[in-house]
T-cell receptor
């Protein structure tokens, strides 16, 4: 299985809602990532998990809360979002082999709209 | 933060022609990668070039890297309608994936049938 899956595909939420995005991979990868992509812009790194530990947080507001319950799963918990947080949220994974060169495998993304 | 800058931002060519996209970056890198994205969906990895490599080929793709100028180019030969997509360069500082990727602004490529 060489796929990264993301659910849901689309999400519409109000500013007071709490929701979660889910990402899953079964390639045995030990690094997982969250990126945010606004329309007509490149993806921007939000978080990096390596061996289920948060290793990078790119100064992301606390209304975004990542979680890595196990090596195959990555969640992004959303709370009190703003309309400007509307974007495509992309999950990726990579083998995380320090002595090697690692491409990333991306999921199809969750398109989030905050009303 | 953004590092790579793609040039041109948009490119429209006829099917069968070659398409060239350029990318510049600012900091030192371990490798540079190119990705394709169709209609705002997930990204697909195309090719990776290491910092000690100057040129790499994969099928109809040719990538060059000039670390002295901090620039790279992607050439797609004999373009097809299915190549219509956005193309992004992405730099990896550490190589192991620990730092994530920093993406350029992207080139939107349209192949006219």
């Amino acid at each position: 299985d060489t796929e990264v899956t993301q659910t849901p595909k689309h999400l519409v939420m109000g500013m007071t809602n709490k929701k979660s995005l889910k990402c899953e991979q079964h390639m045995g990868h030990r690094a997982m990532y969250w990126y945010k992509q606004k329309a007509k812009k490149p993806p921007e790194l939000m978080f990096v998990y390596s061996y289920e530990k948060l290793s990078i947080n790119e100064s992301v507001p606390s209304r975004f809360s990542p979680e890595c319950p196990n090596s195959s799963l990555l969640n992004l918990h959303l709370h009190a979002l703003q309309p400007e947080d509307s974007a495509l949220y992309l999950c990726a994974s990579s083998p995380f082999q320090r002595s090697s060169y690692n491409e990333q495998f991306f999921g199809p993304g969750t398109r989030l709209t905050v009303l | 933060s953004q590092q790579g800058e793609e040039d041109p931002q948009a490119l429209s060519i006829q099917e069968g022609e070659n398409a060239t996209m350029n990318c510049s970056y600012k900091t030192s890198i371990n490798n540079l990668q190119w990705y394709r994205q169709n209609s705002g969906r997930g990204l697909v990895h195309l090719i990776l070039i290491r910092s000690n490599e100057r040129e790499k080929h994969s099928g109809r793709l040719r990538v060059t890297l000039d670390t002295s100028k901090k620039s790279s180019s992607l050439l797609i030969t004999a373009s097809r309608a299915a190549d219509t997509a956005s193309y992004f360069c992405a730099t990896d500082r550490s190589g192991g994936g620990a730092d994530g990727l920093t993406f350029g602004k992207g080139t939107h490529l349209i192949i006219q049938p």
